[in-house]
């Protein structure tokens, strides 16, 4: 094998031997497919793969300098009966959530974007659950898990407070239980 | 490091990039930020070993083929 044209020892140009090589029926693939290509392609999908997070770690950064934890009200507790829920915005207008009195008389409050594609949940006083009429996600009115359907994250929970009657919103967690 | 090894280690960063992406994805969206960079560090430190190691590969893959 010649040493001669290193840099283009992959084009059909080449000089050398094993790219001149005659009655090779696969030459175009020989040159394309082979082993030193292959490593070549490994190695830059993991570069690619690991670099492909930094957008993530960069925004991961912008949002831990965000703070959220503003206090919002909500309601009065006495307007909203056991078995009954009500909507509202939290922490932006562009978060819609849920508060539900549920038929065990305690309150909980999430996020209502249903965690597979957005849809609204709502509480089904009747089976008392949360649930998602797109795809028929079902989540647990108590902890907010998804319990059956399509959603595979948990709602949002919404940390709340009861003062004088009022319910106000005090904070967000996107993990928990 | 033999031509081997950097093989090996090619494909084990490849292993540990889809594992991180996964994780980073996951936190991303359960808002865990603090993870979320933990994970992408990992994810560009195994980065820049396949880059490195195939650095490495290649000087011995066409230094073989000089004595060749």
Redesign the interface.
Known sequence: MTNECKKGRNLKNSKSDMVNLTKNVDQKDDLKYNRRSFLKTAAGASIALGLSTVPFSVRAMMGMAEEENERLEIGRLDQLGEGESMTFNYPTDNDPAILVHTVNGDLVAYNSACTHLMCPVFYKKEEDILLCPCHKGYFDVNNGQPVEGPPQRELPLIEIEVENGIVYATGRKYRHG | MDKKM??IL??V??AV??V??QW??E????????Q??I???I??????I??F??LN?RKL??AE??Q?
């Open positions: 950097c093989w090619i494909f960063t490849i990039n889809v991180m992406v980073t994805v936190s991303y969206l359960g808002r865990e930020f603090n979320v960079v994970y992408s560090g994810s560009v430190v195994s980065a820049f396949a880059f190691v195939f590969w893959e066409y083929e000089n060749q």
